[in-house]
């Protein structure tokens, strides 16, 4: 067995064993560790394929940042994994999602079994080396050129998200200062102590 | 193909072990630098000088009882130390310590590994470095731990869109990301990219010591407010654990500085890693004054200076470089 292979074997053992681990667990912390374990995975897949620029993009933006603030929001909101979820959903949504489900697991097994991924994994490999695919000179001359429309396209859809955000954000902050101010006002605290 | 294995090893091993003393050391320096500053003398009894003081605290930390709180999250506590301490030993993988040399009918070169991307590799490490200590304040089950990863964790963000931007202009004119690379063009020191880009050169050294939690930007350790922030819960090893990586991570920010700005191991008569041991010394030289110099920021102040203006000066510096490269190409 080759280094790359081996290499290849054990970071994909890694990344499906934590992706499961993440769906799993209860626990939204570890979920979410299992998360950047699974992305820090995937990364060295990609470097693996020659694709330096992606894998340090997908570690820098998903798991230097994104999760992150996944982190950040868990925290903040205190969730532990012993939270009441509700009651069970009823039996036939239940069935739907079983069937659903066996019909995306046999089409994984008709996509892995018509040999399409194992052959563009094996090429991938065989090119590692090449700075020929995935490069930051190959990515940015297709974003500034090719793709230079959808590119500026989602520069507008993020700032319109952003202001959106900025918004939402702002309106609530006024509501939330009204409000304490009512509540704080001497004559409610005064008829609280009386109370 | 296994000889580059066990190359690539022993490297990484004298690199671990000069980097592990390096910081057992850096401790006596920041003492004994923060005596003088302050007209003390520092540590004088254990040996020379006070020379084996460092050996004397690691044997004092070891042997101190590992008291673990009753409300800690178990696994993630445990686990919070270590990763505050990987990444920042990672850094290291990218960093050009000296010229190439040939030894044994090998051509070794003086770095780990020479990615294409270097200068990346070191950004997605230091992103990774955050969750160490927001897992540690958060599993600590205390409230100045959750507030000392509370304020480090947002600190680290919004710094590093700056630290990020900073370093784009040397990128630019160096149109490369290989660290190896970027040393090689700095070889007078009328190259050195210290003079071509000095307004990215004090916002890198600004945002590197906010991200290294440092003085004037160590709020998340804020110790009249905090006690001692995010690590207040740990002891013995698992305390130094942190210890050792907030100086691992001073260390390798000063090697990224010294690589970027000043030349790496470039220098004239003495050999490139002496070169390169003194240019880092100096920096570390340089947090220690800062330290004893300036007092700490209060928390908003230190948000309005990342955002208000260390982020649009480190926009204005990489469009002022882009216009003057695309000129001189044109010209």
Redesign the interface.
């Known amino acids: 067995m080759s ?1 790359d292979t081996l290499i290849f074997v054990i970071s994909v053992i890694v990344a499906v064993f934590s992706a499961t681990m993440m769906i799993v667990q209860r626990n939204p ?2 979920s979410v ?1 299992y998360l ?1 374990v699974s992305l820090v995975a995937q990364a060295v897949l990609y470097v693996q394929l020659g694709a ?2 992606l894998g ?2 997908l ?2 933006v998903y ?3 994104i999760l ?2 996944f ?2 929001i868990i ?1 903040l909101l205190n969730l532990r994994g012993n939270e009441d979820l509700g009651e069970k959903s009823p039996l036939v949504s239940q069935a739907t999602k079983f069937i659903v489900s066996i019909l995306f697991v046999l089409e994984l097994v008709f996509v892995v079994r018509s040999g399409y991924v194992a052959e563009s994994i094996a090429t991938g490999v065989a090119d590692t080396g090449s ?1 020929g695919f995935g ?2 000179e190959d990515v940015a001359l297709l974003l500034f050129t090719r793709y230079l429309y959808p590119f500026e396209l989602t520069s507008i859809l993020l700032l319109a998200a952003i202001v959106g955000a900025v918004v939402m954000a702002r309106r609530e902050n006024r509501d939330i200062q009204q409000s304490m101010f009512v509540e704080q006002t001497p004559s409610e605290t005064f008829k609280k102590g009386q109370g | 193909m296994w000889e580059i294995v066990i190359i690539s090893s022993i490297k990484v091993l004298l690199v671990v072990v000069a980097i592990l003393t390096g910081c057992a050391y850096a401790t006596y320096m920041e003492r004994k630098v923060l005596g003088h500053m302050q007209h003390r003398i520092g540590p004088l009894y254990a040996g020379p000088y006070g020379l084996l003081q460092p050996v004397a605290d690691g044997l004092k930390l070891i042997f101190k009882e590992d008291i673990v709180p009753d409300n800690v999250e178990r696994t993630t506590y445990a686990l919070a130390p270590l990763l505050a301490f990987v990444p920042s030993l990672l850094t290291f993988a990218v960093v050009p310590f000296a010229a190439d040399v040939d030894m044994f009918g090998y051509r070794i070169t003086g770095v780990i590994s020479d990615l294409n991307i270097g200068i990346l590799w070191v950004f997605a490490v230091t992103s990774l470095g955050v969750y160490g200590l927001v897992l540690a304040g958060w599993s600590s089950g205390s409230k100045y731990s959750m507030l000392g990863a509370i304020r480090s964790s947002a600190q680290m963000i919004s710094y590093e869109v700056a630290y990020g931007l900073s370093i784009i202009g040397v990128i630019l004119i160096a149109n490369t990301f290989s660290l190896r690379e970027i040393v090689e063009q700095q070889a007078s020191i009328t190259d050195w990219f210290v003079f071509r880009q000095p307004l990215g050169f004090l916002l890198f050294i600004t945002c590197a010591i906010a991200e290294t939690n440092r003085a004037p930007f160590d709020l998340p350790e804020a110790e009249s407010e905090l006690v001692a922030g995010y690590h207040t819960e740990y002891s013995s090893m698992r305390f130094s654990t942190f210890f050792i990586s907030e100086y691992a991570n001073m260390i390798a920010v000063s090697s990224v500085a010294t690589t970027l700005f000043f030349g790496g191991w470039q220098g004239p008569l003495l050999p490139p890693i002496l070169w390169f041991c003194i240019k880092v010394f100096l920096f570390m030289f340089l947090y220690i004054w800062l330290r004893a110099t300036f007092p700490r920021f209060r928390y908003d102040q230190l948000m309005a200076f990342g955002w208000k203006v260390l982020f649009p000066l480190a926009l204005l510096n990489t469009i002022v470089t882009a216009g003057l490269v695309m000129l001189t190409d044109w010209l």
């Open positions: 280094l912390i570890a560790l950047i330096l620029f340090s993009i570690i820098i798991a230097g940042a992150v603030l982190l950040f925290m700075t490069s930051v």
